[in-house]
């Protein structure tokens, strides 16, 4: 079988493989990098279970084929925190709730955050059209709109005692 080398940028790492063409970037992660973190779900780009981060904007991984790799920048959920410190969108996911079984979770937090970064101050309607290519089957969507909503406005998270709790921004308050 035919391999081509790729060298790319993955959360913030250089990455070179050599890989067949036709195989798509859900497989490089989960199979050749062990990044487990990004999920496989209808593996059609249907479901947005294996969303990451290409170039700065949110793709489903499975549809993208390592010939396309060469040059880009890649963050997956496993990229997000810094060390210990998680990103305020995972942390969000944790103080409101929104993370049920877990396995839409790294594809709707990379999905929150791709919509942060382009929109910091998204409406709710801009909210629920950021996230609409990723389908969960366990929260009804309430809580991960919340959960983006309260990183939007500035709220802060913080541990005590292993729970999460949500400080909200003064400027919220009434």
């Not at 939007?152 to 919220?172: C, K, L, P, Q, Y």
Request: charged share 25%; aromatic share 4%.
């Amino acid at each position: 079988m035919e391999k081509v080398q790729v060298k790319f940028e993955l959360n913030g790492k250089d990455t070179n493989l050599d890989v067949a063409p036709s195989r798509s970037l859900l497989e490089i992660l989960r199979d050749d990098l062990n990044m487990t973190g990004t999920k496989c779900g209808c593996n059609e780009g249907e479901c947005g279970t294996c969303s990451v981060i290409l170039n700065g904007e949110l793709v489903t991984s499975c549809l993208v084929q390592a010939g396309d790799l060469d040059g880009s920048s890649v963050t997956t959920i496993e990229g997000l925190a810094r060390g210990d410190e998680l990103h305020p969108v995972q942390k969000a996911f944790i103080a409101h709730g929104a993370i049920q079984c877990g396995y839409c979770s790294p594809g709707m937090i990379l999905a929150g955050k791709a919509l942060l970064d382009k929109n910091p101050k998204p409406t709710r309607e801009e909210i629920k059209f950021g996230i609409s290519g990723n389908i969960c089957r366990c929260t009804g969507y309430d809580k991960i709109i919340l959960a983006i909503e309260s990183v939007a406005r500035g709220d802060r998270f913080e541990e005590h005692d292993g729970i999460w709790i949500v400080e909200e921004h003064t400027s919220t308050k009434k």
